[in-house]
């Protein structure tokens, strides 16, 4: 099947890219944005699989090749896509079955979601993770009141048990209270204030990578892509270190899920411009990207993952990330997360004001 003159130059002047597919999803036409998205010419697209061009989806793009006798038309929002030279990007996506004498083709519509939206979206799913931080600080509170009250009267009953078997049961309430007064502090956050100073943060970062790979427990393979060209800015050191060691156990737990995986986690920092956090205009900015070769996030963690106390580990507490982006959110900075099988990227975004370098 091919388009005709008239067709193809109506497809031509779309914004959206669209991939005309055979039975096999190999690519059978393709109009200008779509030969824009993939950064290859028409002659170069055509006959090639749709797998060597999208290497992974959140949507199962192989099954449509299976559903295709069914005819109908299937539409999904906000679709992750990486593409064969490891760019990653978000789409709307509608697939159209065309049935002719030739047989059943595919019609593959992809909108590329704006960068506008993908403003908007961040700042709904930060004000989400907000108001899920104030919950639990709510909660936490709640239930250290009267954990202090059951831990003192254990002790008072302690000191006027005669018996040392007795005395057993008031040690366990102790104990257990003690364990969750430390989850309640966890779950409340870094009680000081950020104490800023001017400080490199390539030398902050080294300290968190020569005290990772002193760690014993992993054979990971760390490697650096620094730019020597960022300038110093005010942080806090210990904060900010916490965070980047948060991150990295992160990965380096996520590798260690996989066995007789060869993990490899990669630290890059770049100079970020025209930097946008929650809705305020940067100038200037630091952006370090750590990089692993894990599994991958699970589709139904990506949205509430720095929400404290989710995991997909089996013994997590699912308060790393969460701290790590409340020690961030102190330096007016943001962590993304692009994620897909084999790959998983922490980018932390840090601003430099312009009167920090004066």
């Not at 100073?197 to 030398?203: A, D, E, G, K, M």
Request: hydrophobic share 40%.
């Amino acid at each position: 099947m091919h388009f005709n003159t008239k067709l193809e130059s109506l497809l031509d002047h779309l914004s959206t890219a669209v991939l005309l597919l055979d039975g096999q999803l190999v690519v059978r036409e393709a109009n200008h944005a779509a030969q824009a998205l993939f950064e290859r010419s028409l002659n170069l697209l055509v006959d090639c699989p749709i797998e060597q061009l999208i290497i992974h989806s959140s949507l199962d793009l192989m099954r449509f090749k299976q559903d295709m006798q069914h005819g109908e038309v299937y539409s999904d929002g906000e679709v992750q896509l990486t593409l064969a030279d490891g760019r990653h990007t978000h789409a709307d996506v509608t697939v159209t079955y065309i049935h002719d004498v030739s047989g059943v083709s595919l019609l593959l519509e992809m909108r590329l979601i704006e960068k506008q939206k993908k403003i908007s979206q961040e700042s709904q799913q930060w004000a989400q993770q907000q108001a899920a931080r104030e919950l639990i600080r709510g909660l936490a509170h709640e239930i250290k009141n009267p954990l202090g009250g059951i831990r003192g009267a254990a002790q008072l009953l302690e000191k006027r048990l005669p018996s040392p078997e007795l005395k057993e049961f008031t040690s366990m309430i102790i104990e257990q209270s003690d364990r969750l007064r430390n989850l309640v502090d966890r779950l409340l956050g870094p009680n000081s204030r950020p104490n800023f100073q001017r400080h490199n943060v390539h030398q902050i970062l080294e300290k968190v990578l020569t005290l990772v790979q002193h760690d014993l427990s992993h054979s990971i393979t760390i490697s650096r892509d620094y730019d020597p060209s960022i300038p110093d800015g005010l942080l806090d050191q210990d904060m900010f270190q916490q965070a980047i060691l948060n991150i990295i156990r992160n990965s380096i737990q996520a590798i260690a899920a996989q066995p007789g995986a060869q993990g490899d986690i990669r630290v890059v920092t770049r100079i970020e411009r025209q930097l946008t956090i929650h809705g305020i205009r940067h100038p200037l900015g630091v952006k370090i990207t750590v990089i692993d070769n894990g599994p991958g996030i699970p589709n139904d963690l990506r949205d509430t993952l720095f929400y404290p106390m989710v995991t997909g580990k089996k013994d997590g507490t699912g308060l790393g990330l969460s701290i790590a982006q409340t020690l961030i959110d102190h330096h007016k900075g943001k962590i993304e997360v692009q994620s897909w099988p084999g790959h998983t990227e922490f980018t932390l975004y840090i601003p430099i004001d312009r009167k920090e370098l004066n």
